[in-house]
């Protein structure tokens, strides 16, 4: 169990962690309480499972406890695992199965995500999941691009604070590497993980090449942000200035305040 975007609790439930006579005794005696307050169910499939009938199965006794408890709840499925497919039937095969899910869900409506471990897709999912849960999102996306737009930063990033996932961004110049997100998280966790072994605590960051600036900082309580700008008569001073004051406690109105909600990440 975790905690991440301030107030969500995050709870990992699976086979792995006992036989499942285990799991299902634990499930029948807890329905109530693992499935109430729930915003979320995120659903994992191994795709090359050989209980596919009995997976479904487990989902669908998830489903029946969601619409008692949790009516409102949003369903994500992950086929994970994807990469093990020979690539000319990963197309195929994630169809079958999103068509399948999505046919055993109703009444609820879930999304899907293929996914594996070796490359972008698996970041891609969980920042869309993250995404979906933010509060005035919207909102929070135009002000982003407002902000870009007055200090002319070439781009303008918010990463949740606990995961490093994008929740927002907003882009002045296009960018050809399709996978910087993933690579600039990857790069912050490491560099993050650092500092946890010499007791330092990570708070903030400045590169600078003769392309651009890159300025990464907690931004809100939930949030850090990362400005990109390329315009030399920008100096770091202004742009650390209007990171730090001008702009954070609006961003702070705009997250809201929600009560502590449920995830439910399974399988």
Request: net charge negative.
């Amino acid at each position: 169990m975790c905690a991440f975007l301030g107030n969500f609790v995050l709870t990992f439930f699976g086979g792995f962690f006992g036989p499942k006579k285990f799991m299902e005794n634990f499930f029948a005696s807890q329905r109530d309480n693992i499935f109430r307050n729930v915003e979320v169910l995120i659903y994992v499939f191994d795709v090359e499972s050989r209980e596919l009938e009995k997976d479904m199965h487990y989902y669908q006794s998830c489903l029946e406890a969601i619409l008692q408890s949790s009516p409102e709840a949003k369903i994500f499925c992950l086929i994970h695992k994807m990469d093990l497919v020979q690539e000319d039937q990963r197309d195929l095969i994630f169809r079958e199965r999103e068509r399948d899910l999505e046919r055993l869900s109703r009444p609820l409506e879930c999304t899907c995500f293929r996914t594996s471990i070796w490359d972008e897709t698996l970041y891609e999912a969980w920042s869309s999941i993250v995404y979906k849960l933010i509060p005035n999102v919207q909102q929070l996306q135009t002000n982003l691009k407002q902000f870009a737009d007055i200090i002319e930063a070439d781009e303008v990033l918010l990463f949740e604070r606990a995961t490093f996932l994008v929740i927002a961004r907003a882009e002045r110049k296009e960018h050809s590497d399709i996978h910087r997100f993933e690579k600039v998280s990857n790069i912050i966790k490491q560099f993050k993980l650092s500092c946890s072994k010499i007791a330092a605590q990570f708070q903030s960051m400045q590169l600078s090449n003769g392309n651009f600036s890159a300025y990464i900082d907690v931004f809100t309580p939930n949030t850090y942000v990362m400005v990109v700008i390329s315009d030399p008569n920008i100096t770091p001073a202004i742009t650390l200035l209007n990171i730090k004051n001008a702009t954070r406690k609006h961003f702070e109105k705009l997250e809201g305040v929600r009560q502590p909600q449920q995830l439910l990440p399974s399988q």
